[in-house]
């Protein structure tokens, strides 16, 4: 199971409220198209970032590996979309549906229940495929509803 938090409030400033800290082992487990929950959105929430850190470079000989993060259950890219974590360098920022400039760059949930944030890797997940890695995936929720 990732290890899920949420930040204290001198720990905001860096820009975020909630992170799940995801390893390759876990995503092996988990197997492809399987999904974790890392946090949920309120009704009335707002998550307007996200961002995935690469702690550990991954290793191994796959080089398909994606992750999405979202909302909807069949395929959870508002936040983040497919994105190649074995080529990845460093860091990623918004890249989902709705994220991105295309879109409204925000989402907000309209609903009446809280939402889980999805989190899904795809790919060659095995042992030898992804042998290493550690991705921190940070994300902003506000919810004005605690301000009621």
């Given at each position: 199971m990732p290890e899920i938090g949420k930040l204290t409030n001198n720990e905001v400033p860096s820009g975020f409220t909630h992170y799940?800290?995801?390893?390759?082992?876990?995503?092996?487990?988990?197997?492809?198209?399987?999904?974790?929950?890392?946090?949920?959105?309120?009704?009335?929430?707002?998550?307007?970032?996200?961002?995935?850190?690469?702690?550990?470079?991954?290793?191994?000989?796959?080089?398909?590996?994606?992750?999405?993060?979202?909302?909807?259950?069949?395929?959870?890219d508002e936040f983040i979309d497919a994105l190649d974590i074995d080529a990845l360098t460093k860091a990623a920022y918004n890249t989902g549906d709705a994220l991105i400039s295309a879109g409204a760059n925000y989402y907000i949930n309209n609903t009446a229940s809280a939402v889980p944030v999805l989190v899904e890797f795809n790919g060659t997940l095995t042992t030898a495929g992804l042998a290493t890695g550690e991705w921190i995936i940070a994300f902003t929720i506000r919810d004005p509803g605690n301000l009621a």
């Open positions: 799940a800290i995801i390893t390759a082992a876990e995503v092996v487990t988990k197997g492809a198209g399987n999904q974790f929950t890392i946090g949920r959105v309120p009704p009335g929430g707002i998550v307007d970032a996200c961002a995935v850190f690469e702690k550990v470079a991954s290793t191994g000989t796959s080089t398909d590996v994606t992750l999405d993060v979202g909302i909807t259950g069949a395929d959870p």
